[in-house]
């Protein structure tokens, strides 16, 4: 940056110090083509002064005939500090340089520009940006896409240079790229590429375990009966529904990380998912955990929801904190359980005990959650299951008279009756006698 920039910038920061920043919208009243003149905005610049070499105001060009930078193009822009920003929904805006240090909301017209540097981006609706530069045009930036509308325009990268260069630059529909599935890229006919999203809507498939391939890699397609999106399985992007309910998937080695995306989930009804002895970090990250049966062996489970019933088993190694980032489960039924390795009975109370619910109520530990001490380090989290008291037929917590006089009033035949003990279609003296032997208070 040179001396003039520096003053420039340091006599804006100056007078805009506990400021906020001006809204300026694009009119044209002036020469109609250049965006440094204060005259074809409406409203006045902070500082008084309009330098694009030292921006710290809010631009929106809302404006169909717009044409700005025409035919010369706009020469660089550049924020101060990252303030400010610039919006466009209509219009155009000619490119001969670059824009930096800024926020962008592009949801309409045609942006043309060699490059942005650390800029952050949003395109969206029919907006179409068009990058020219070439070696690097995205430095230090990121785009979000959204919508199937929208469309960058890379003018002198190929789709491989796209791939290879830019694509953890970008996200799809806040959804990161996944090639055929939150996104495409295209040719332009010439050496450039054309990148849209895929709008979002992903829709897992169904895949069901059969360890037909090498019997224990969860990313070898031929274990699973079903077709994953985009035709492979990455464990860094996993938006399907995958079904355990047999064998041990990850073998020896175990599995490591696994990312979920969207609505990604992992179901499991019986089997194992391993953990190895390794190193290497083998959590599972977003989506949602399901599980009826099986045993589920993680270091943790992060940002997801997760739902144990039946026979299901979970065990986590991880120490500090093995549900971390919002995580939830819910606990149903009396045979399932969560084992923590590495965290104490009381390490349990303090830590996770609020994102743990029973049956969708908060998880009392004595009442309805039973954590016993597993070892010297760890712990076991089961179910507390309540028996039922079917003879308090007046729900009043107790087996009395007031009992025996509802019985009275339902005896006969009575199919689908509360005082219908046994369920044979009859209040009679069998349930009579269920009723007199359940006497007292309700356990």
């Given at each position: 940056?040179?001396?003039?920039?520096?003053?420039?910038?340091?006599?804006?920061?100056?007078?805009?110090?506990?400021?906020?920043?001006?809204?300026?919208?694009?009119?044209?009243?002036?020469?109609?083509?250049?965006?440094?003149?204060?005259?074809?905005?409406?409203?006045?610049?902070?500082?008084?002064?309009?330098?694009?070499?030292?921006?710290?105001?809010?631009?929106?060009?809302?404006?169909?005939?717009?044409?700005?930078?025409?035919?010369?193009?706009?020469?660089?822009?550049?924020?101060?500090?990252?303030?400010?920003?610039?919006?466009?929904?209509?219009?155009?805006?000619?490119?001969?340089?670059?824009?930096?240090?800024?926020?962008?909301?592009?949801?309409?017209?045609?942006?043309?520009?060699?490059?942005?540097?650390?800029?952050?981006?949003?395109?969206?609706?029919?907006?179409?940006?068009?990058?020219?530069?070439?070696?690097?045009?995205?430095?230090?930036?990121?785009?979000?896409?959204?919508?199937?509308?929208?469309?960058?325009?890379?003018l002198n990268e190929t789709p491989a240079d796209f791939l290879a260069e830019h694509?953890?630059?970008?996200?799809?529909?806040?959804?990161?790229?996944?090639?055929?599935?939150?996104?495409?890229?295209?040719?332009?006919?010439?050496?450039?590429?054309?990148?849209?999203?895929?709008?979002?809507?992903?829709?897992?498939?169904?895949?069901?375990?059969?360890?037909?391939?090498?019997?224990?890699?969860?990313?070898?397609?031929?274990?699973?009966?079903?077709?994953?999106?985009?035709?492979?399985?990455?464990?860094?992007?996993?938006?399907?529904?995958?079904?355990?309910?047999?064998?041990?998937?990850?073998?020896?080695?175990?599995?490591?990380?696994?990312?979920?995306?969207?609505?990604?989930?992992?179901?499991?009804?019986?089997?194992?998912?391993?953990?190895?002895?390794?190193?290497?970090?083998?959590?599972?990250?977003?989506?949602?955990?399901?599980?009826?049966?099986?045993?589920?062996?993680?270091?943790?489970?992060?940002?997801?929801?997760?739902?144990?019933?039946?026979?299901?088993?979970?065990?986590?190694?991880?120490?500090?904190?093995?549900?971390?980032?919002?995580?939830?489960?819910?606990?149903?039924?009396?045979?399932?359980?969560?084992?923590?390795?590495?965290?104490?009975?009381?390490?349990?109370?303090?830590?996770?005990?609020?994102?743990?619910?029973?049956?969708?109520?908060?998880?009392?530990?004595?009442?309805?959650?039973?954590?016993?001490?597993?070892?010297?380090?760890?712990?076991?989290?089961?179910?507390?299951?309540?028996?039922?008291?079917?003879?308090?037929?007046?729900?009043?917590?107790?087996?009395?008279?007031?009992?025996?006089?509802?019985?009275?009033?339902?005896?006969?035949?009575?199919?689908?009756?509360?005082?219908?003990?046994?369920?044979?279609?009859?209040?009679?003296?069998?349930?009579?006698?269920?009723?007199?032997?359940?006497?007292?208070?309700?356990?």
């Amino acid at each position: 940056m040179n001396a003039r920039i520096l003053l420039s910038a340091s006599l804006v920061a100056a007078t805009t110090v506990g400021a906020t920043a001006e809204t300026l919208i694009w009119t044209g009243a002036g020469d109609a083509t250049s965006f440094g003149q204060a005259a074809n905005w409406d409203g006045t610049p902070t500082g008084g002064v309009l330098d694009i070499n030292a921006l710290v105001d809010d631009f929106v060009i809302d404006d169909p005939a717009a044409c700005i930078g025409c035919p010369g193009g706009v020469a660089q822009l550049s924020w101060v500090s990252g303030s400010g920003s610039l919006t466009m929904t209509a219009g155009e805006f000619s490119g001969a340089s670059g824009l930096r240090y800024t926020t962008l909301n592009l949801s309409g017209g045609v942006m043309t520009r060699q490059f942005f540097l650390e800029v952050t981006a949003t395109i969206s609706g029919d907006a179409e940006l068009r990058l020219n530069g070439g070696a690097n045009p995205l430095n230090l930036s990121t785009l979000d896409v959204q919508g199937t509308d929208a469309a960058v325009y890379f003018l002198n990268e190929t789709p491989a240079d796209f791939l290879a260069e830019h694509l953890s630059k970008f996200t799809f529909d806040g959804l990161p790229p996944i090639e055929g599935v939150t996104f495409t890229v295209e040719s332009d006919g010439g050496p450039g590429c054309i990148v849209r999203s895929l709008g979002g809507a992903v829709t897992p498939q169904d895949l069901t375990w059969t360890g037909a391939g090498d019997g224990e890699s969860f990313a070898d397609a031929a274990n699973w009966d079903g077709t994953p999106t985009g035709g492979t399985i990455n464990l860094n992007t996993l938006v399907d529904r995958y079904t355990i309910g047999e064998g041990t998937v990850g073998g020896e080695f175990g599995v490591l990380q696994m990312y979920f995306l969207a609505d990604g989930e992992l179901v499991m009804t019986g089997g194992e998912l391993s953990q190895g002895a390794g190193a290497g970090t083998q959590g599972i990250t977003g989506g949602a955990v399901t599980m009826t049966g099986g045993t589920l062996n993680r270091q943790f489970l992060s940002g997801l929801g997760a739902s144990i019933s039946g026979t299901a088993s979970v065990i986590l190694a991880g120490g500090a904190d093995p549900l971390p980032f919002g995580t939830t489960v819910d606990l149903s039924g009396g045979d399932c359980s969560m084992t923590f390795l590495n965290e104490t009975s009381a390490d349990f109370e303090a830590e996770h005990l609020a994102k743990i619910t029973i049956d969708g109520e908060p998880a009392v530990i004595g009442e309805n959650l039973q954590v016993d001490a597993s070892g010297k380090t760890g712990c076991v989290v089961s179910v507390i299951v309540v028996a039922g008291c079917p003879a308090d037929l007046n729900g009043d917590g107790a087996v009395n008279g007031a009992d025996v006089g509802l019985m009275i009033g339902q005896w006969g035949a009575c199919a689908g009756c509360d005082a219908d003990l046994n369920g044979d279609g009859l209040v009679d003296g069998a349930d009579f006698g269920l009723l007199i032997g359940a006497w007292g208070l309700c356990p």
